[in-house]
T-cell receptor
Framework: GQNIDQPTEMTATEGAIVQINCTYQTSGFNGLFWYQQHAGEAPTFLSYNVLDGLEEKGRFSSFLSRSKGYSYLLLKELQMKDSASYLCAVRPTSSNTGKLIFGQGTTLQVKP | DTGVSQDPRHKITKRGQNVTFRCDPISEHNRLYWYRQTLGQGPEFLTYFQNEAQLEKSRLLSDRFSAERPKGSFSTLEIQRTEQGDSAMYLC??????????????FGPGTRLTVL
């Protein structure tokens, strides 16, 4: 089966750093994606990992360990606008259509 | 290009009625996906089109659901005899042809369906 786990909720302080973890068990692996979704809006693409290691993009970084089935999204210098849901998604190789399997999302609340 | 668009943004209907949603993908994106998202959950895959061909359907897509992409551009998702359990956000996403740098899926704003 396909299973992606991430914490349901997290709270952090403006200006701080927060790490959102994601573990996955899927039928094969062909990439892991992180999306940001503000309430009532569409998911927007943040990052993509297909090889082990860290990908950095401004205040956002994403890490992948394929052997551990583990990824994290690191958000630095948190801003109030970062309050949103963060979705971890895996593209399994069991399908050649590129469909994504999503976790339930982590709701991040940034407090002043 | 303004991204993926969906219409309508909101739909309220009575149980038993039929509804149809439209998705216009980013131009030159030949791959199109439909997902369903309920409150507090991540999106769940429903179906996939490559050009006009529907190549994969989730078992979530019951016989009451049908999707088309007749000319390989826009797509429609129809739900017949709606049930209260169909209430959800229906998201459309598109991506460029496979083999590009990485075929990230870009999502539309979604259609929120409420079945009374």
């Amino acid at each position: 089966g396909q299973n992606i786990d991430q914490p349901t909720e997290m709270t952090a302080t403006e200006g701080a750093i927060v790490q959102i973890n994601c573990t996955y068990q899927t039928s094969g692996f062909n990439g892991l994606f992180w999306y940001q979704q503000h309430a009532g809006e569409a998911p927007t693409f943040l990052s993509y990992n297909v090889l082990d290691g860290l990908e950095e993009k401004g205040r956002f970084s994403s890490f992948l360990s394929r052997s551990k089935g583990y990824s994290y999204l690191l958000l630095k210098e948190l801003q109030m606008k970062d309050s949103a849901s963060y979705l971890c998604a895996v593209r399994p190789t069991s399908s050649n259509t590129g469909k994504l399997i999503f976790g339930q999302g982590t709701t991040l609340q940034v407090k002043p | 290009d303004t991204g993926v668009s969906q219409d309508p943004r909101h739909k309220i209907t009575k149980r038993g009625q039929n509804v149809t949603f439209r998705c216009d993908p980013i131009s030159e994106h030949n791959r199109l996906y439909w997902y369903r998202q309920t409150l507090g959950q991540g999106p769940e895959f429903l179906t996939y089109f490559q050009n006009e061909a529907q190549l994969e359907k989730s078992r979530l897509l019951s016989d009451r659901f049908s999707a088309e992409r007749p000319k390989g551009s826009f797509s429609t998702l129809e739900i017949q005899r709606t049930e209260q359990g169909d209430s959800a956000m229906y998201l459309c996403a598109s991506s460029p042809p496979a083999g590009r740098a990485f075929d990230t899926q870009y999502f539309g704003p979604g259609t929120r369906l409420t079945v009374l």
